[in-house]
Structures are given as C-alpha cells and as structure tokens.
C-alpha cells in the first residue's frame, strides 16, 4: 500500500524556517515525481512545488520561490521542504503528493498534511 | 500571471442530477487538466487526468471534457457521498495552478 507521511509542522515565528519531511512507503520512491501542496484555513488547494523523480527538475509557485527548497533522498525515500523567511501567509496544511510517473506531476496519491502556523 | 477560472463557486442539485463543473486556463490550449475532490475533513483525491482519463477506481459517473478552452468536470448522476469540494488544476507546465474549487451540496 502506497503511504505518505508527512512530518515537521510546528508554530514558528515570523522570519523563521522549517523543515517539513514526508516519509514515503509501498512504491519504488525514485519512479516517481512528488509534489507539495498547501491549504489555509479555510480556503482551497495551492500548488508549492514539485520536483522530478531523479531530483533534476525542481518547481516553485512565485510566492516561495527564493524562500523554500524542495529535494528528496532516494536512498532513503523522503521529500523534503526547506522553508524559510515564513510569513503569516504561509500559514497552513502542507500535503505531499506522490506523482503518477517519473516526470508527471498529477497527484495519485496524498499524505494526511502537516500544520505550519506562523505567527506574527 | 496564470488563471484557473472556476465556476460556479457551489452548487446545490438533488441526488439523480446530471451535475457539471466547468474550468478555464487564461493561458494555453493544452489538453493537460487534472480533477481532484475533497471530501470535508479528508485529503484530496485525484479523479480525473490528461482532462479525460478516469483514474483507476473512480465510478464511471465521472466523466471529463474539453471544448475549446473550456474544461468540464460531469457527474452524471449525484449521489450523497459525491457531497465534497472540487478542484480542477492545469499541468501544462509550472505553475500548478488550482482553481478556486466548488462545493457541491445536495439539496
């Protein structure tokens, strides 16, 4: 069974960082491309990154380019995002989602997110 | 700065209605849309890609289309457990646009 679990949410101050991880399990981790996904209180999806299934490729969505970095660990089956320079925007529900191919970046599969608050 | 138009933004039908969603990219005529639903509580869940391929396990009520620039979503039958948000997302190339989502409630 394909399972994603993400990890690393925490309250954190404004202008702060944060590592969020998402543990990767019943699929070949390197076939596929992975995703991050947000969502505020609230409101609906937001599309952070995505990065391909060798790492080469790498996305961002304008408003965290400069500021988050996404990489994975095949070795170890883990995604990974570097945050830093938090706002109170980026306050929300981080999911990581599993791509349907090395290069395809639709979302197959999705973990159960992990909370960033950032207060001000 | 690229646009996922939406609409409408919620609806209500009775259980048995033919329910359409419809999406439209400010940029672009590729063919790449993906569906997604969201239940309330629970993660989102990918049901339609390449804006016409129902992903496997997903009830043959959904159906996805594409005429011109528009893309819709069509549930040809609503049922209580179809009660969720629906987003739609572009995939062309980054961004990875989302839509803005539309609540679908039964009346």
């Known amino acids: 069974e394909v399972q994603l679990m993400e990890s690393g949410g925490s309250l954190v101050q404004s202008g702060g960082s944060l590592r969020l991880s998402c543990a990767a399990s019943?699929?070949?981790?390197?076939?596929?491309?992975m995703n991050w996904v947000r969502q505020a209180p609230r409101k609906g999806l937001e599309w952070v990154s995505s990065?391909?299934?060798?790492?080469?490729?790498?996305y961002y969505t304008d408003s965290v380019k400069g500021r988050f970095t996404i990489s994975r660990d095949n070795s170890e089956s883990t995604l990974y995002l570097q945050m830093s320079s938090l706002s109170a925007e980026d306050t929300a529900v981080y999911y990581c989602a599993k791509g349907l191919g090395t290069e395809s970046y639709y979302m197959e599969v999705w973990g159960k997110g992990t909370t960033v608050t950032v207060s001000s | 700065d690229i646009q996922v138009t939406q609409s409408p933004s919620s609806l209500s039908a009775s259980v048995g209605d033919r329910v359409t969603i419809t999406c439209r990219p400010s940029?672009?005529?590729?063919?790449?849309l993906a569906w997604y639903q969201q239940k309330p509580g629970k993660v989102p869940k990918l049901l339609i890609y390449d804006a016409t391929t129902l992903q496997s396990g997903v009830p043959s009520r959904f159906s996805g289309s594409r005429s011109g620039t528009d893309f819709t979503l069509t549930i040809s039958s609503l049922q209580p457990e179809d009660v969720a948000t629906y987003y739609c997302?572009?995939?062309?190339?980054?961004?990875?646009?989302f839509g803005g989502g539309t609540k679908v409630e039964i009346k």
């Open positions: 019943g699929f070949t981790f390197s076939n596929y491309a």
């Open positions: 997302q572009r995939y062309h190339s980054a961004p990875l646009t």
């Open positions: 940029q672009g005529s590729s063919i790449y």
């Open positions: 990065i391909g299934g060798d790492g080469v490729y790498t």
